[in-house]
């Protein structure tokens, strides 16, 4: 008897169709300007993995770029954070956090060094799992590493706000993807025309944080979802954009973002943070874009619980071009290091750590590698 497909497979499926795809493409080129260069920029991990993994770019006619913005939000958590990290589990508590941000480098160690130093690191998968730690060993301190952008952000939010015990305390790095757009619309040697804003994080914040782009710089702001169709048809809507002399915010992903995003995540956000400046790494400073616990929270914040504030740290490592990826500015095949002394296996900056880290992308996709053979 042959098996139903699933409502879900079959809409996966649509949206990898190469007929389709194809055609999309044939639209690309019809409406594609035939000799001005064109950048569109993506901040958005995920998109690059598309990208890269269906050789979207081979594509796209010469004179259109696909560049990737800011959208690993481990490449962009600054040393000197990494750096904090380490210190509260070099002082004693068990510094609780994700897989790929303990590969990332700090100022001197990542935080995998510092466990073969003695110091007491544990990797979850989420911020629920921290909690449950802390409430199976009351006897000792734990400290939750929390990186990452909106996606993540509500839950950590959610956890903090049902008071967890009091020996979790939080060292917050979550990272808003709107100012780090905005900024770099101010880095005028990119010259950026367009933007493809990160499904994932508009399914919370929906596409009123992005009205500023078609208003105020009139760029054009296509919200895409990560299947090769849909970013296929974003560049497209871009494209179409551009030939109109038209800059508008228009949503690619309607099946999972809607206009006001998800109400309940942004009002978890809005009680237990507020909003701050805050470094990334290889960017530096960026006006209100970091997220920090409110007032009647600080009881859960290490900062305070371990007096502890590192301001700067050495974010890159020597001949490491992360500040240039990161930004879109080269590709990762244009770092001398690339896939010579940094690896997957053996990466030198964070780019090359991250999931969802441009290099690290480019170095599975280019040498046909597969996450799980690293
Ligand atoms: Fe940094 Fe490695 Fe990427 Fe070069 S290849 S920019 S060293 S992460």
């Known amino acids: 008897m042959r098996r139903k497909r699933g409502k879900k497979t079959m809409l996966h499926k649509g949206f990898r169709d190469p007929k389709l795809a194809k055609r999309i493409v044939e639209k690309i080129n019809e409406v594609a300007p035939k000799k001005d260069l064109i950048k569109i920029c993506h ?16 594509l796209l006619p010469e004179n259109v770029e696909v560049i990737a913005g800011p959208g690993c939000p481990v490449c962009i958590v600054p ?14 508590a ?4 994700f897989g790929d941000v303990a590969r990332v480098p700090g100022s001197h160690l990542s935080l995998m060094e510092a466990r073969a130093r003695g110091a007491g690191i544990r990797i979850v998968y989420s911020v629920m799992d921290a909690v449950k730690m802390a409430e199976k060993e009351p006897d000792r301190d734990f400290v939750f590493f929390a990186i990452g952008f909106e996606t993540t952000a509500p839950s950590t939010a959610s956890e903090i706000l049902k008071k967890p015990p009091k020996n ?56 895409a979802g990560f299947e090769p169709v ?7 809507m871009a494209l179409k954009q551009i030939r109109d002399r038209r800059a508008a915010l228009e949503n690619e992903y309607r099946r999972a973002v809607r206009w006001e995003g998800n109400t309940i995540a942004k009002e978890l956000m809005r009680k237990a943070f507020k909003i701050v400046s805050g470094d990334w790494r ?3 400073r960026i006006p209100d874009s970091t997220l920090a616990l409110r007032e009647e929270y600080l009881e859960y914040d290490a900062h305070e619980k371990y007096n502890i504030r590192i301001e700067k740290g050495k974010d890159i490592p020597p001949g490491c071009q992360c500040h240039l990826v990161i930004i879109g500015k080269i590709k990762p095949t244009e770092c001398p290091l690339f896939m010579k002394a ?28 597969k996450p799980n053979q690293l």
């Open 230 to 236: 849909d970013v296929l048809l974003a560049i497209y």
């Open 94 to 97: 068990t510094l609780i956090c």
């Open 43 to 58: 901040v958005c991990g995920t998109h690059e993995w598309t990208i890269s993994h269906y050789g979207i770019r081979s």
């Open 79 to 92: 040393a000197s954070e990494v750096d904090e990290a380490i210190e509260v589990a070099m002082r004693g």
């Open 168 to 223: 979790l305390t939080f060292l917050i790095s979550h990272r808003l993807i709107p100012p780090a757009m905005e900024l770099m619309l101010g880095m005028g040697d990119l010259q950026i025309d367009a933007f493809i804003a990160p499904g994932h994080v508009s399914t919370i914040i929906g596409l009123e944080p992005y009205e500023i782009f078609p208003k105020v710089y009139r760029m054009p702001t296509i919200v």
């Open 342 to 369: 940094c690896t997957p296996q053996k990466p030198v900056g964070s780019c090359m750590v991250g999931i969802e880290g441009t290099c690290r992308i480019w170095a599975l996709t280019t040498h046909g590698l």
């Open 282 to 284: 290889g960017i530096g």
